[in-house]
């Protein structure tokens, strides 16, 4: 625990391929077709998605037809349906995915007195549960707009790049983290900017520019390579409110559009 009177301090964990083994969100692509979400074809789209995510070797233009694939293939879905769907499959979907690795440190980080927040790119309706199976204290995701109980297809927040540093020094005013003595997790180059925010970054599983980048600043690599259902884990502390005004909202089905990290610049681009 940390001495009485200092500033509290925090541990922000990027989500995927940091905590969980694969995209969160392109993890739920079955249950979709499952729950009459997508058709079968959607699911081999979202498969591939999945495989050039975890090699790294999208380039633009593959990303951005994914991006406008995906962004067209939630527009119109319902808000209560998805939110139903992961709640109903989130344990078979994300246990066996989950780093052993992780939930150690999220562990050891709760012990030593810092609050743990998952800062994610992915959606919020797949964030957010996944955040409190794991105990996280807050919850920093991107969102989708919904009207009238429906998904548009438009990102409302996106948390991507510099808007994740951005969240992270607004949570740090808002709740008096010392950010000097926080610590950060990340897999992805993208994520710079939010390592950078706090004085203990780690590179996980990095890509090759992340990887390149943590050993010019000496930054430490860590390697995790066991995922573990979470039954058989130790019990985690119970999980706190998580931070509405950053992570309420959105759409699981962001799949690619949040995955891909590109912003969305219209259908017709």
Request: charged content about 20%; overall charge negative; aromatic content about 8%.
């Amino acid at each position: 625990m940390a001495p009485a009177g200092t500033p509290p301090t925090a541990a922000f964990f990027d989500l995927d391929k940091t905590i969980i083994a694969k995209s969160s969100v392109l993890a739920f692509s079955k249950p979709f077709q499952a729950g009459g979400l997508i058709s079968r074809r959607a699911v081999l789209r979202s498969a591939y998605a999945q495989f050039v995510f975890m090699i790294g070797g999208a380039d633009h233009d593959q990303v951005e037809k994914m991006r406008q694939f995906m962004s067209q293939l939630c527009a119109g879905w319902d808000v209560a349906t998805v939110r139903e769907i992961v709640a109903d499959t989130l344990h078979n979907v994300v246990d066996p995915l989950v780093y052993d690795e992780a939930v150690r440190l999220i562990e050891e980080h709760h012990a030593a007195g810092r609050d743990v927040v998952i800062v994610s790119t992915s959606g919020s309706e797949v964030v957010e549960p996944i955040g409190a199976l794991l105990g996280a204290d807050r919850v920093v995701a991107t969102r989708l707009k919904a009207e009238d109980g429906r998904y548009t297809g438009e990102i409302e927040y996106y948390a991507y790049a510099e808007e994740k540093a951005h969240a992270i020094r607004a949570l740090a005013e808002s709740e008096g983290y010392d950010l000097a003595n926080s610590y950060g997790y990340s897999d992805s180059v993208t994520d710079v900017p939010m390592l950078e925010a706090v004085g203990h970054p780690h590179a996980v599983n990095p890509d090759k520019e992340l990887r390149k980048i943590a050993a010019a600043k000496g930054w430490p690599v860590l390697v995790f390579t066991r995922p573990v259902a979470l039954q058989s884990r130790l019990h985690l502390p119970p999980p706190k409110p998580t931070l509405a005004a950053l992570a309420v909202g959105g759409v699981v089905a962001v799949g690619a559009a949040v995955w891909v990290g590109v912003r969305r610049r219209g259908l017709s681009a």
